[in-house]
């Protein structure tokens, strides 16, 4: 991250400008700095490649040509553990891993991957039957990842895993109204990614109802409450929502959030934002591929409700 690489650089240049990993710190930022004169946050490339496969699956534009190559490059970016990382260099992660079960879930492709995925999910399972993010010893459970974990083993069926636990701890923190995510700021994100997998009815009620309250005069939502303009990712998120869980929502919010999202499209078809994930905390970041990927989800849920071929993950 040149984030985290600026930090020691900068202790690195006051007190050893002449050692040689101050230099090698120098030369990996130079190498990594953008044409325009910035850095990016650190390419994610499977953990992308997961929601772009989940934001356009079943749109024949995509179908005819872009699923092979990328359910091959997930299927040869799976780790020896049997899980996936955001990146190649690094570790497995849970939250990668169940992103791309769900990517995976319904294609001739899972079948390559899912003996190894099965002992994965099993090894890294906790005694309270929930799943971390990494691997350290320090790091707790959060919402959205058990939900992706729970959500991708449900999805392809990997036996020998007992999601009761999961389930009933997410309901829980339901019950209680506790729907904060750990990776992105808006709150349709774990609406998006827990409510339709594991929320009891009542709950998954009361979490829309809220999500409804929150909607703004254009048709979006915003990144963070009471912010005073719309985003298209947190509008992306609502419209997955929205859409997921078999309740009746009325039409004028969806018409006026599809509206949004049509009128905010840039000239070549993505969208702009704000910084809408954490990393590295307590920063924020943005990045171009989840910025497209999450409001396209939310267009193709609420304007293409069929096609969904596992009809889990959202």
């Known amino acids: 991250m040149p984030l985290v690489t600026g930090i020691p650089h900068l202790a690195q240049t006051r007190v050893a400008p002449g050692l040689a990993v101050t230099r090698r710190c120098r030369d990996h930022l130079l190498a990594s700095q953008q044409m325009d004169g910035t850095w990016r946050f650190p390419i994610s490339e499977v953990w992308d490649t997961g929601l772009m496969v989940r934001a356009f699956r079943g ?148 979490a829309l109802v809220e999500l409804l309250a929150t909607q703004r005069a254009e048709g ?35 018409e006026q959030a599809v509206r949004f999202l049509i009128d905010t499209q840039t000239h070549d078809g993505t969208w702009s934002d704000l910084p809408v994930m954490y990393g590295p905390r307590p920063f924020l970041t943005v990045t171009a591929t989840h910025v497209h990927a999450l409001p396209a989800r939310g267009l193709r849920d609420a304007l293409l409700p069929a096609q969904d071929g596992t009809g889990a993950g959202r």
Request: some cysteine.
């Open 59 to 206: 749109h024949p534009g995509f179908e005819t040509g872009a699923p092979a190559g990328a359910m091959e490059f997930l299927v040869s970016a799976q780790n020896g553990d049997g899980g996936w990382s955001c990146t190649a260099p690094l570790d497995t992660d849970n939250d990668t891993t169940g992103n791309t079960l769900l990517a995976l879930a319904g294609t001739p492709w899972i079948g390559r991957v899912s003996a190894a995925a099965a002992g994965y999910a099993r090894a890294h399972q906790t005694p309270q039957g929930l799943w971390t993010t990494w691997q350290s010893s320090d790091d707790t459970p959060v919402p959205d990842v058990v939900a992706h974990m729970v959500a991708g083993v449900s999805a392809v069926a990997l036996p020998g895993i007992d999601l009761g636990p999961a389930y009933r701890w997410l309901a829980e923190l339901g019950a209680q109204g506790r729907r904060e995510s750990d990776w992105y700021i808006p709150p349709a994100y774990s609406a998006a990614k827990m409510g339709p997998a594991v929320a009891s009815p009542a709950a998954r009620r009361a």
């Open 220 to 254: 979006g939502w915003p990144r963070i409450p009471g912010e005073p303009y719309s985003s298209p990712t947190a509008t992306g998120l609502a419209l997955s929502a929205l859409t997921a869980g078999g309740h009746i929502v009325p039409d004028t919010a969806l």
